[in-house]
C-alpha cells in the first residue's frame, strides 16, 4: 500500500483502501479503572507494527499514531485518540495525557519491544505491555470491527 503525508513528526500512513480510513486504524478503549485496550484485526496490527517498524529504522525521535475514535466504546467509557511515541533515555513510561492520547516514552529498545508485542501469535489473541503509570492490553480480533459498531 502506499504510504501518505502527514504532518513533521508523524510515521507515514498507510493508504487506506476503498472501505475508509477507518479499515487501518486500531481503536484504544479506556475506562476510569483498569487499563486501556488497543484492539484491531489481525492486519490492522501488523499494519501498526509496519508504521512502528518504519518509525524505529528513522532518526525521527517522536511520532503519531491516530487510533480511530468513531461509534461507542462501550463498555469503556471513552476512545483515545491514538499513540504519541518518543525516543527517550531511561525507563520506559507509558501515561494518558490530558488531551486524551496514549503517551509512550521509551528507549530505542523498548520501542522496538513494544512494536514487536503488536504482533499478536494468535488467533483473536491479547497481550500486555507492562508499564507505569499504566499498562495497555493488545487485542487482535477478527471480528473487529463488524460485531463492535454502533
Known amino acids: 500500500?502506499?504510504?501518505?503525508?502527514?504532518?513533521?513528526?508523524?510515521?507515514?500512513?498507510?493508504?487506506?483502501?476503498?472501505?475508509?480510513?477507518?479499515?487501518?486504524?486500531?481503536?484504544?478503549?479506556?475506562s476510569p479503572t483498569?487499563?486501556?485496550?488497543?484492539?484491531?484485526?489481525?492486519?490492522?496490527?501488523?499494519?501498526?507494527h509496519a508504521r512502528f517498524d518504519a518509525f524505529t529504522k528513522s532518526s525521527e525521535v517522536d511520532a503519531t499514531f491516530t487510533?480511530?475514535?468513531?461509534?461507542?466504546?462501550?463498555p469503556y467509557s471513552e476512545f483515545l485518540c491514538g499513540i504519541r511515541v518518543a525516543k527517550t533515555?531511561?525507563?520506559?513510561?507509558?501515561?494518558?495525557?490530558?488531551?486524551?492520547?496514549l503517551e509512550l516514552s521509551a528507549s530505542q529498545e523498548d520501542v522496538?519491544?513494544?512494536?514487536?508485542m503488536l504482533l499478536i501469535k494468535e488467533s483473536d489473541g491479547?497481550?500486555?505491555?507492562?508499564c507505569k503509570p499504566v499498562s495497555l492490553i493488545i487485542e487482535a480480533d477478527s471480528?473487529?470491527?463488524?460485531?463492535h459498531e454502533s
Open 112 to 116: 522496538c519491544r513494544f512494536k514487536d
Open 126 to 130: 491479547h497481550t500486555h505491555w507492562y
Open 67 to 74: 487510533a480511530e475514535t468513531s461509534g461507542s466504546p462501550s
Open 34 to 48: 483498569g487499563d486501556p485496550m488497543l484492539l484491531g484485526t489481525e492486519s490492522q496490527l501488523r499494519a501498526l
Open 1 to 30: 500500500m502506499p504510504l501518505v503525508p502527514t504532518r513533521t513528526g508523524e510515521a507515514p500512513l498507510l493508504a487506506a483502501h476503498s472501505g475508509g480510513v477507518s479499515s487501518q486504524k486500531m481503536r484504544i478503549f479506556n
Open 143 to 147: 471480528t473487529w470491527p463488524c460485531h
Open 89 to 101: 533515555i531511561g525507563e520506559p513510561r507509558l501515561s494518558i495525557s490530558s488531551d486524551r492520547w
